[in-house]
Structure formats: C-alpha cells, structure tokens
C-alpha cells in the first residue's frame, strides 16, 4: 500500500493514491499462512479439560426460527465463536517503509508504504537443521515497491522506479491493541532477501529485540505448516493490521473469516471474505480452523466490472468472475522453502555467509 502522502519529486508536487495491485490484469492482495506453535498444544489440553466450556451451540437450530434479526445475528456470533473457538489471534507487527531522494528534492524520509508482518523460524528437515535464528516475513511490495512495475503502472506512480534500496529505511512497529497509535519501533537491517518470483521479503531480525521489558506484549512467533490438501470450502481467519488514517498513523488489528475458493498454482491461493481485505492487511497470516498457520496475504483481487465486461475471451473472462474480491496468499510450503534457503546463508553466529543477490536479479529484469 502505497502512502497518500503529497510528495515533491522531480520539481513536481505528486499525489501518491493508494492503488490496486496490478499484476497480469489480476489485482492482487497478499495472505500468508502460518502455524501458532505457541497455542497448538495447549488447546488441545483446553479442548480436552474444558468439555462442558464448549458445549454444540447448533444443536438448538429450532429455537431460533421466527425470532428477530437480532436475535439471529447473535446467533450467527455465536456459532462462528464455536466455529473458531480453537484459532487464537496471534500478536503481530505492523511494517512500514520510507523513502529519501535527495536528487528529487526528498532530502527527508518520506513514507512509502505501509503493512503487516509476523516472526517465523526456518522449518527442520532430513538434510538440513535450522540455526535457530528469528525471522520477519512480509510482502516485498511494501518495502519494494519499485520492483513491482506490473502492480504500478499509472502514471502517478513513475517516482518509485527511480528508487533503490539505497533510498529505503525500513521498521517494525508495536502499536496499541485498542487506539491502533504507534508505541514502539524496531528498525530492520539489510540484507533485505527478496523472493526472485514472488511478493516475499524475509529480514533477519535479533531475537534480544523482541524480548525487552519495555515492549508493550510479547510478538508470536509462528510456525508455518505445511498445507497439502486444500480443498474448497475449507475455513479459517486472516489476520494483519487495517490503516484506519494515514496522517495520524493509526492501523488497527483486524480478523477476517475466510473460506478457501481454490488454487491457481502451487504459489497462489485464494479465499473468499464477506468484506474485500482492506489496506494493510498485506503481509499478515493465515491460520486455518485448526490454527495452524497455512501462508501469508499478498492481496486483494479486485477487478473493475467495466474490464470484465470487455473481455472477449470466455475463459479468461470466466476466471476473472472466479478471483474476483478474492483475497490472495502465498501458501506456506513456499515461505518455508525460502525460508530455509536463506538459513543456510547464515552459519550458527549468525553472520551472512552466502547472501542471496537478489537485488542483480531485478537489475538484470
């Protein structure tokens, strides 16, 4: 999500919009899911020890015919409480990004752009064993933005592509749970490992940051489980930060029910919500019904009903009705697999031992 902020650039005053995500005329809103290591096997003792807590609150259906719309939506409440009683919201981080071009008459950090983030550990394996290091998953296109041509191709947008990582800061925030106002900051440090495919950015972070007395809650740190059968139909939460007011800095915690629509490929699915996913959400996890933690969101797919209707191609047509206000996420057997391989950068004091280029791979697109 790009700042509104009205930028001097090149002796021009822009208005930097919010904009839909562009990709391949697919507009894309990103999800990540994610296991909450932290609350796996307690809830299971919960479950077992608190049976009469969590009687069926459906086997009463009946009752509820011919009562007010009241009563039925607090019905409704309900039985989605029961639905997700084992899924507990994770506490995560907000991402932000700022930018200077003294070139361009920017000689202070000027935001960019905004979102969410959560920690992870790379996964265990048969041939390979994780470090043990702590690390910050996002999407690229908040930090990056100027390596994403395909989702900013308006003309209000040229700025960024004269922008590197040279012109970039980046932070995690802590931000009251209730006001959504920011209360503590942590910077990130390069390197900055960009996914060379998809809209992934991975900081390696101190776990000592996290830890401090002074900090406001104490961040989950999730494990990614690994989703092999998705299937439609199948239920969860995302979960991330809304941007409430840009000049006043506030983003709030959001959850959102979704239901799994399908998959497009093995780095792309989609769910469907009530209410499109709304800015700043990009970045968070998604935790199925079990709560284990299945990706992280990439995007929204909005398509303007004008486009669909000039396309002549029926199956493209067909699947742009198919995404359409869905939300998009990159699976988590994508983020493990990138995960580990920039473990394996690092050797066990934590020093970079093998950097991954990527920033040459752009350069060279």
Partial sequence: MISRSLIVFANKSLKCSNSIIKCSN?????????????????????????????QNPLKNTEEFKGQTLKQKEEY????EAYKFRMVERPDLLTISSFFRYPEGGVEDYTNLS???????????????KPNN???????AHITHPFHFPNLYKEDQYSWIYSLGEKNIKVQLEYRDQKTGKLLNIIPLKPPFHLHPMLDLVVFKVDEDD??????PYQTTIMELEHYEFPKEGHEGKLYGYQLISESENIMKPIETPYVFHFDESPER???STRNPSPMGICGGPVINIENEVIGMIEGLAKIDQSTISKTTDPEKKQFFNKINSNTVFIPSQELNRFLSKIDMSYDSNGNNINSIDVEGFFNKL
């Fill in 210 to 215: 996290f830890n401090k007395t002074n900090l």
């Fill in 114 to 128: 905004k979102g969410t983030a959560f920690l992870a550990r790379a996964p265990s394996g048969l041939l390979s």
């Fill in 76 to 79: 409704n409440e309900l039985t």
């Fill in 26 to 54: 697919n507009i894309i809103v990103n999800q990540t899911i994610i296991k909450n290591n932290y609350c796996t096997s307690s809830n299971k003792n919960n479950n077992n020890n608190n049976n009469n807590k969590y």
């Fill in 133 to 139: 290091s702590l690390y910050c998953i996002s999407c």
């Fill in 269 to 271: 699915f989609y769910v």
